[in-house]
């Protein structure tokens, strides 16, 4: 795999805070990656060392083979930034924005007018700034971000203000650039809105990179216990020889926490051939688990 950005021993610090702390991963194309973590954890700081607007204490980072700290980072024209909060000229409207980043990246303005649609707009490109709310500004700053299709595009709590239909259509777009081989790094709290989306997460706390992988990998590394819950027909018994691990009555069967994908499978083989068995729900643990479980390890 290409690696897109790589950032590789990184320390960071202001004043006495120690921001990043001996921070390293690579991020490939055609990949969707979210970066998570509390406030403080490190995560702008690293999209700002990704984009070249402070420098690393000690270590590297390249960007599509460039180094952003250097004095010509050519490659910053293929980057696309969506900050946490978003500030425009209010005097200017939505067009005449567009057309100013359009022609930072040295792309005509004509060819961006189709984002304004893209993300919901178009009735108001032709009005001021200072006349939007803060949903349309976000959406402003995303038709900005996806400027001249990026290959690395990096983004910080993007669907902030955004509503439901919204959010929808801008993971449509994110998808879009996924699938065209761009690099997407989103920074959210969005914990539950990331979970089906991101292919790969990188989990901070206090400066470090705690974890990183794919869900089933965080999962695996966590050794987090599946949750089975199981109906039973009223009046019937489960034979205890199948149960195995911890078991847990409820008003319509039990829930049984099984350790690993194995023990999951060999309790739903039995499972689903008993008759007193009436349904079986699964619930592996989700990336709120995961994030909680491994800031617990690493206070610890």
């Not at 921001?19 to 991963?25: G, H, Q, T």
């Not at 178009?122 to 971000?145: E, F, I, N, P, W």
């Not at 987090?224 to 039973?232: G, H």
């Amino acid at each position: 795999m290409t690696i897109t950005v790589a950032v590789n021993g990184v320390e960071k610090r202001y004043g006495a805070v120690k921001a990043l702390r001996n921070v390293s991963f690579d991020l490939g194309p055609g990949r969707l990656n979210a970066l998570v973590g509390h406030n403080g954890a490190g995560k702008t700081t690293l999209i700002k060392l990704m984009l070249g607007l402070i420098h690393a204490e000690r270590g590297a980072v390249r960007v599509l083979d460039e180094d952003p700290a250097a004095g010509e980072f050519s490659a910053r024209r293929q980057l696309g930034y969506l900050p946490e909060n978003v500030a425009f000229n209010a005097a200017l409207t939505g067009r005449e924005t567009l057309a100013f980043y359009a022609r930072l990246k040295q792309i005509e303005p004509a060819s961006a007018w189709p984002l304004l649609d893209r993300v919901g707009l178009m009735h108001a490109a032709d009005r001021r700034v200072g006349t939007y709310s803060k949903g349309m500004r976000q959406r402003l700053g995303l038709a900005q971000a996806l400027l001249g299709r990026p290959r690395v595009l990096l983004l910080d709590e993007p669907t902030t203000g955004l509503d439901p239909a919204l959010r929808q259509t801008f993971y449509e777009i994110l998808g879009e650039l996924r699938d065209d081989g761009a690099t997407v790094l989103i920074s959210s709290h969005a914990l539950t809105e990331l979970e089906d989306r991101a292919e790969h997460v990188l989990i901070m706390n206090r400066g470090l990179l705690v974890a990183q992988g794919t869900l089933a990998e965080l999962r695996s590394i966590s050794q987090l216990p599946i949750r089975v819950s199981l109906d039973i027909a009223p009046g019937a018994t489960v034979p205890p020889g199948w149960i195995n691990g911890t078991s847990v009555a409820t008003p319509h069967g039990r829930i049984l926490l099984v350790p690993d994908e194995v023990s999951k499978m060999e309790l739903l083989r039995v499972a689903a051939g008993d008759p007193c068995v009436t349904n079986i729900e699964i619930a592996a643990p989700t990336l709120d688990d995961l994030y909680a479980h491994f800031l617990r390890g690493n206070a610890a």
